[in-house]
Nanobody, 120 residues
Framework: QVQLVESGGGLVQAGGSLRLSCAAS????????MGWYRQAPGKQRELVAD???????NYADSVKGRFTISRDNAKNTVYLQMNSLKPEDTAVYYC??????????????WGQGTQVTVSS
């Protein structure tokens, strides 16, 4: 059994910063890619950024240069540093990870989501 627990969301003014964290726990054999997605009201969930186990990163065009994804493999944790936040970044942010556990193989797991609200 695997859990992803997110933290760090909140309310911030435009131009401000927030740092999201997501820790994976449970009977984990290995973690492959980890990433952050977001879903704004009335919109589809979209990829924000992801990172491979080797550290290769990928970003949505809308956040390039403002957001930075990183991970600590020893802690099974992924981070999202969000700078220069804009009102259009307001959404529920979800952590996702591609995790291998011995009894069930490799599957995608999701966190419960954390609200990020950027006021203008």
């Amino acid at each position: 059994q695997v859990q992803l627990v997110e933290s760090g969301g909140g309310l911030v003014q435009a131009g401000g910063s927030l740092r999201l964290s997501c820790a994976a726990s449970g009977s984990i054999f290995s973690i492959n890619a980890m990433g952050w997605y977001r879903q704004a009201p009335g919109k589809q969930r979209e990829l924000v950024a992801d990172i491979t186990s080797g550290g290769t990163t990928n970003y949505a065009d809308s956040v390039k240069g403002r957001f930075t994804i990183s991970r600590d493999n020893a802690k099974n944790t992924v981070y999202l540093q969000m700078n220069s936040l804009k009102p259009e970044d307001t959404a529920v942010y979800y952590c996702a990870a591609d995790i291998t556990i011995l009894v069930a193989g490799t599957n995608d797991y999701w966190g419960q989501g954390t609200q990020v609200t950027v006021s203008s």
